[in-house]
């Protein structure tokens, strides 16, 4: 979970995956998601760069991924959001 793409570049154009800085371990994202629902606020702007539509994020369901961290997997959800402007879904995922 380090690095990451460079989301302003926009490089898939059907699927924006939005990688936020999140400073804590796994463990603390799930124990974050698991104590506030959702980790991570829905973001002012849609993110796909032919859009940039302004407060049209809706959260839209939440989906679970598997991190591999090394000494464990684990079951991260994911906050999805979609776009009422453009009608697309992103993801808000840990960086
Ligand atoms: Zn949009």
Redesign the pocket.
């Known amino acids: 979970m380090a690095g990451g793409p460079d989301h302003e570049r926009g490089v898939s154009p059907k699927r924006v995956v939005i990688v936020l800085e999140y400073t804590g371990s796994v463990k603390d994202y799930i124990a974050a998601s698991q104590d506030h629902g959702s980790v991570f606020s829905v973001p002012e702007q849609?993110p796909?760069p032919d859009?940039?539509?302004a407060g049209?994020?809706i959260r839209w369901g939440t989906y679970t991924r598997t991190a591999i961290t090394g000494e464990a997997d684990y079951r991260l959800p994911i906050q999805r959001v979609r776009?009422k402007?453009?009608?697309?879904t992103h993801s808000l995922l840990p960086d």
Do not use: E, F, I, T
Not at 85 to 88: H, I, L, Q, V
């Open positions: 849609c796909h859009c940039r539509a049209c994020l776009c402007a453009c009608g697309r």
